[in-house]
Every structure is written in C-alpha cells, then in structure tokens.
C-alpha cells in the first residue's frame, strides 16, 4: 500500500485538500485527530506523569493547558512529542494496513518537524500567501491575527515546505483545487501500481 502524507501550515487548506482526496475514494488518516483519541485513551497515564494531572479536566484533555506550556517551552513540547508521535505511526501503520484502494494519506501539520515523512512514499505540501492563512484562521478559529502571526512563525516557511516536498499545491482560490488534487490522484494511483507490483 502506497502512502502520501500532507501537510501544510495553519490556514493553508490542506484540510480541505485532504477532504478532496476523500471525495475522490481516497483513505485519509488524521494525525491531529489520531492524536487528540490517543491522548484520551492509551496516552492518558503518559501525559499525566509529564505534564501533571491537570493536563486533564473532568476526565477530558485541556489541550489549551497543554498547548500554554508547550508552545513556549520547546523542551516542553519535544517531551510532549516523544510521547504522542511514535504512538500516532504505530496507530496509522495499523490503519493503513486496514485500508483499501491504490493508496492512503497521512494529514499532518507536521510532517516533516515530526520526521513522519519517512513513514510515507509521497508527500505533498499545502502552501498559501501569510496574508491569506491569517484571515481563513481568524475567521475559523475566531482569533485574532497576532496569534495566528505567532503560530506561523513556529512552523516551518512555506519555503522550507516547499523545498522539502515531492509536490506542491497552491491554495489561493479553492476552485483550482480540485483540478490539481485530481491531477496528484491520477499520478499516485500510476505509481501506486509500480510501487505494488
């Protein structure tokens, strides 16, 4: 089974790339999401033993505790890390292994900080003008443009991404995105084929 992880940074669309691949027959696995049922189940003891019993309130992860500590203290947020990343591969290694079809995808938004992408054979970056992600977050989230700024900032550039990547969408106008996730599909089903044979 040939894999595809992408990623993208807060605001760019892969999201919405992603749902894309899904229309179009494709499994999808959601790291973040992975994550969040990990931390509530099997990872509970783990983060409580590092991050304190209040990392969890009424028996349900406080992830803006959580997110106030590790997003301003990097040893934090390595130690958070080392205990949810290898636990989300294990967890999508099963997954895939489950799933039918020419390939999956892996959604993260960090593929390439959390080295997950050599858990996968393609990756495809989603990228995006600053200016544009600040306001698609702001009017998601319902926050304010300073901390959208500021979450930018502690993700890896457009640049890096771009560089990294086997391939790259450019979400600007969301009309254009069908056209080149149908593109990407028809590539990866062709080498899925070489990957199996």
Same mark, same amino acid.
């Given at each position: 089974?040939?894999?595809?992880?992408?990623?993208?940074?807060?605001?760019?669309?892969?999201?919405?790339v992603c749902r894309l691949f899904a229309a179009r027959g494709v499994a999808v696995y959601d790291s973040d999401a992975a994550a969040k =049922?990990?931390? /509530? *189940?099997?990872?509970?003891?783990?983060? @409580? #033993?590092?991050?304190?019993?209040? !990392?969890?309130?009424?028996?349900?992860?406080?992830? =803006?505790?959580? /997110? *106030?500590?590790?997003?301003?203290?990097? @040893? #934090?947020?390595?130690?958070?890390? !080392?205990?949810?990343?290898?636990?989300?591969?294990?967890?999508?290694? /099963?997954?895939?292994?489950a799933q039918q079809g020419d390939y999956v995808v892996l959604e993260s938004a960090i593929l390439f900080e959390a080295g997950l992408e050599k858990s996968v054979d393609r990756t495809v970056a989603v990228l995006a003008p600053e200016a544009l992600r600040i306001q698609r977050t702001c009017r998601r989230d319902g926050t304010d443009a300073e901390s959208v700024r500021r979450r930018i900032a502690a993700q890896m550039s457009d640049d890096e991404l771009h560089a990294r990547a086997d391939h790259t969408i450019v979400n600007i106008r969301e009309e254009e995105l069908a056209p080149a996730v149908e593109q990407l599909d028809r590539l990866f089903r062709l080498e899925a084929r070489h990957h199996d044979a």
């Open positions: 089974m040939m894999k595809v992880g992408i990623t993208g940074g807060i605001g760019s669309g892969k999201s919405t =049922r990990l931390m /509530a *189940g099997l990872l509970r003891g783990a983060v @409580e #033993a590092r991050f304190g019993a209040q !990392a969890y309130r009424d028996g349900v992860l406080d992830r =803006r505790y959580l /997110a *106030g500590i590790v997003f301003r203290d990097r @040893e #934090a947020l390595q130690a958070l890390d !080392a205990i949810v990343h290898p636990a989300v591969m294990r967890d999508f290694e /099963a997954w895939a292994e």
